[in-house]
């Protein structure tokens, strides 16, 4: 029988005050773009803390307060909020924004294009891929929208953006209270220097995919399928990683969520049909920024990357991983027909091993599960996948070991849980039946 210890909140409170103070130091290395090696140190120490709480939660019972985790989780990011942004993925969701609040359909052109030449300003040299139009999917432009209504800065957006994080917060820490876990794994995503970074920091856009995937699951833990379902398609309509759900929706046989889904999704996208449909007219292509973003764009790629060893074709290589997705997709919808949390962990963690681009903040889709389902491999993951800033100061050799650790070590640490899998026991059976 496992003894076990118990962990005194204000110890817990103490590891708090300490993340506190190696949060600020980030403020001495602003911009981070232009301190890269001072950035990673503090990011370094960051992680080493953080495997520390993980492997203490792990071992033993952690008492601790919502409200602890919650004022640390505000407190760390107000510490980044002030900071400029590593991604100048923000840029463009401030163009996106302006364009929509100029009555034109952010769709139809790209930041180039000679139409919009009237919205151009000091930000616009700052937008990433400015041939290329939006990729980004209607309740995500919206956003953008509300925030450019508001005052179209970085800042405004990032302010949206943490928002929607501390928002995910707050509802993973009450969904962790419904299946009667302790708060304190919470901190697993709340206090993640990852997700801090990303966005506080950086001001990405998920943390609204990742609020409504965690407000679905928490109304589906209650077996309120119908807000569930709503809350399900707004989370496609933020990012489209979460249309991986659609198996799982298809096993619960239900043709009214199955309807449901499809009219939201259906009725955020026809504001933006029309000019799109002209588009088409005319045969001009449509999506264009999408389409570059699916067939030609790679980053930090595991499986993909070593299907290019034997398969120098990238279509053939991204149909195969396609297939293998899809296939994994509905074999476990089936098995976890009533488990929605481990389907979409499971799902959303096959769909990064598959994914021929993985940028850092795409892991930050994992780290809520991981307060449920603590696999050492996705944690390793999501500690790591913030060195990939080493290309930013282009340490590409540097990298290339990087990357090659990193997958080392998250292949062999998933292949031990696999093998290990019929003895697991607790949150680690994410794996076995």
Not at 105 to 115: I, R
Not at 127 to 142: E, K, R, V
Not at 362 to 371: A, E, K
Not at 376 to 399: E, I, K, M, P, T
Request: hydrophobic fraction near 55%; include cysteine.
């Amino acid at each position: 029988m496992t003894v076990f210890w118990k962990f005194p909140k204000g110890l817990f409170f103490s590891f708090g005050i300490a993340l506190a103070v190696v949060y600020t130091c980030f403020l001495l290395v602003i911009p981070f773009n232009d301190h890269i090696p001072g950035f990673l140190a503090i990011y370094a120490v960051l992680i080493l803390l953080s495997v520390i709480m993980a492997a203490w939660l792990k071992k033993n019972e952690v008492p601790s307060s919502r409200w602890i985790i919650f004022a640390f989780a505000v407190l760390f990011r107000l510490t980044l909020l002030w900071t400029p942004p590593m991604s100048t993925d923000i840029y463009r969701y401030v163009w996106d924004g302006r364009v929509q609040q100029a009555g034109i359909n952010p769709y139809l052109h790209s930041p180039l294009a000679p139409e919009l030449k009237f919205l151009r300003d000091d930000l616009h040299s700052s937008i990433n891929h400015p041939g290329l139009s939006t990729i980004y999917p209607p309740l995500a432009q919206w956003t953008f929208r509300l925030g450019a209504a508001i005052a179209p800065t970085v800042f405004v957006q990032k302010i949206i953006f943490t928002l929607f994080d501390l928002a995910a917060v707050w509802v993973l820490l009450m969904l962790l209270e419904l299946k009667r876990i302790s708060p304190a794994w919470g901190a697993v995503y709340a206090w993640h220097p990852l997700v801090i970074v990303e966005f506080a920091g950086s001001g990405h856009l998920d943390s609204l995919m990742i609020f409504l995937m965690i407000v679905s699951l928490y109304l589906l833990e209650r077996k309120k399928m119908i807000p569930a379902t709503i809350a399900l398609a707004g989370a496609a309509l933020s990012k489209i990683a979460p249309l991986s759900m659609v198996p799982w929706l298809l096993m619960q046989k239900n043709k009214r969520l199955l309807a449901i889904y499809g009219l939201v999704i259906i009725a955020a996208c026809l504001p933006f049909a029309r000019g799109l449909l002209e588009m088409a007219s005319r045969g001009e292509p449509v999506f264009a920024g999408f389409s570059a973003f699916a067939k030609d764009w790679t980053f930090n790629s595991s499986l993909y990357a070593l299907l290019g060893l034997a398969i120098p074709s990238m279509t053939i290589r991204k149909s195969i991983l396609a297939l293998g997705l899809a296939s994994f997709s509905f074999y476990w919808a089936r098995r976890n027909r009533e488990d929605s949390m481990r389907y979409a962990f499971g799902c959303f963690y096959a769909l990064l091993l598959c994914s021929s681009i993985v940028e850092p903040w795409y892991i930050t889709w994992l780290i809520p599960f991981l307060s449920f389902y603590p696999l050492w491999s996705a944690l390793a993951w999501s500690w790591l996948a913030g060195f990939a800033y080493v290309v930013a100061d282009r340490h590409y050799v540097l990298w290339a070991w990087i990357w090659v650790a990193q997958y080392i070590l998250v292949y062999a640490l998933l292949a031990i849980e696999i093998i290990r899998a019929p003895k697991a026991k607790g949150p680690c059976n994410i794996i076995r039946s």
